[in-house]
């Protein structure tokens, strides 16, 4: 995505600007994304270079949690992969749950791309998925 593309489609790949004031940056959710990595004891790398609400962000630090929790059950570290779980869900439930399914339905809206359309695709079946697995795992 070009980001002055994007803005012209109303696409914004940032947690906080689908939420608040669209185009503000580093507002009460930014800084609760932020926080919530804090908590968890995960950080972005300084390399990243973007934001901490920024979809990339979101979906890697996602990513990161589903890999820990399915390396302690294969430790057979169930406490550790449930307390995972419900990270993960708490981070759906409060972040990216709540601007992935609209920023894939923007994207679908706003281009007939097949690399695109079948990204917005992916991310909405991913998110689907883990709310869904996080609800049957608890």
């Not at 972005?44 to 399915?70: K, N, T």
Request: net charge negative.
């Amino acid at each position: 995505f070009y980001r002055n593309e994007n803005l012209k489609f109303g696409i914004y790949e940032f947690d906080e600007a689908g939420r608040e004031i669209p185009g503000i940056l580093w507002g009460a959710s930014t800084k609760a994304v932020q926080a919530f990595y804090a908590r968890t004891g995960y950080a972005l790398d300084f390399g990243f270079g973007d934001l901490p609400d920024h979809i990339g962000a979101e979906l890697l630090f996602m990513a990161r949690l589903c890999e820990d929790e399915g390396e302690a059950r294969m430790r057979g570290d169930a406490g550790n992969a449930g307390n995972l779980a419900v990270l993960e869900g708490e981070f759906l439930d409060g972040h990216l749950g709540r601007f992935a399914p609209a920023l894939a339905a923007r994207v679908e809206d706003a281009t007939s791309q097949p690399f695109f359309r079948a990204w917005a695709a992916l991310l909405r079946a991913f998110v689907g998925a883990e709310g869904a697995g996080e609800k049957a795992a608890v």
